[in-house]
């Protein structure tokens, strides 16, 4: 059994009269320690992909599983279980609390979790043991990042789930995050999974997933990533 497994996967929006189609039997698996990025145009479907794998929305049809656990099959109260002890999200825009210093930020994420790792060591792992005390205004918006990053990571989540981690920063600190993510995956072992509409990203992957209308269009395997310091885009 694969580590994450979508069999068939539909999910339909109803708006009023219409029903849209934003995932057309979606079927892919990928296994546990993978760097994998989900690559698709706008209105592809990743977000509404990324988000019924993190349990924040629930498909039409089809399965949704993690190691033995079938997820599509969960109700709210086991949803929230499952967001709270399974995955680490890391969003475009970073969500952090403005009154909270970059500690309490990660330290607050903690407080709900099962066997957190230690927040000041994560944001030491991500280069901020000198910034724990600003809050996120004196923080720049790679900082903030690593910040979300280091919140999502200490929860200690079996999948880091990130939608468009580089979507609000300039290229260079876009590349900085990008090798921290891809170093968090190589280091730790720690299943890292991206959505981006950036084709030049999918060289850093073990696994690509293209996803277009809905629909897979290719899965790609690739056993000599690049590393995020060598691609342009
Ligand atoms: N809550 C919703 N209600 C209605 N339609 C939705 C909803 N969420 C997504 N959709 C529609 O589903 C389709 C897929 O959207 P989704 O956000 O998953 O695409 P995406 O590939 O992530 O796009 P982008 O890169 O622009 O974020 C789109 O047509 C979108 O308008």
Not at 31 to 50: C, M, R, W, Y
């Amino acid at each position: 059994m694969a580590f994450v497994e979508f069999r068939e996967v539909t999910k339909y929006y109803q708006m009023g009269e219409q029903k849209i189609t934003a995932a057309d039997g979606i079927t892919f698996s990928f296994e546990k320690g993978e760097f994998v990025i989900i690559v698709g145009p706008s209105g592809a479907g990743k977000t509404t992909v990324l988000n019924m794998l993190g349990g924040m929305d629930v498909c039409s049809g089809g399965e949704i599983r993690l190691e033995d656990k079938l997820v599509s099959s969960y109700g709210s109260r086991q949803l929230t279980e499952y967001r709270r002890y399974d995955i680490g999200f890391v969003f475009q825009f970073y969500n952090l609390v403005p009154n909270l210093t970059a500690l309490e930020n990660v330290e607050l994420a903690c407080q709900i979790c099962r066997e957190p790792l230690d927040p000041a060591q994560t944001l030491k792992m991500v280069g901020l043991e000198d910034r724990m005390d600003n809050f996120p205004a004196q923080l720049s918006g790679g900082e903030q990042q690593r910040v979300s990053i280091a919140r999502a990571i200490c929860k200690n989540p079996k999948l880091l789930l990130c939608d468009e981690p580089t979507g609000a920063l300039d290229y260079n600190t876009g590349r900085t995050i990008l090798k921290l993510l891809q170093d968090t995956c190589r280091n730790t072992g720690r299943t890292v999974v991206v959505i981006t509409h950036n084709q030049a990203f999918t060289s850093l992957a073990n696994r690509v997933i293209t996803i277009k209308s809905g629909k897979v269009t290719s899965i790609a395997v690739n056993d000599h990533p690049m590393s995020a310091d060598e691609i342009e885009w």
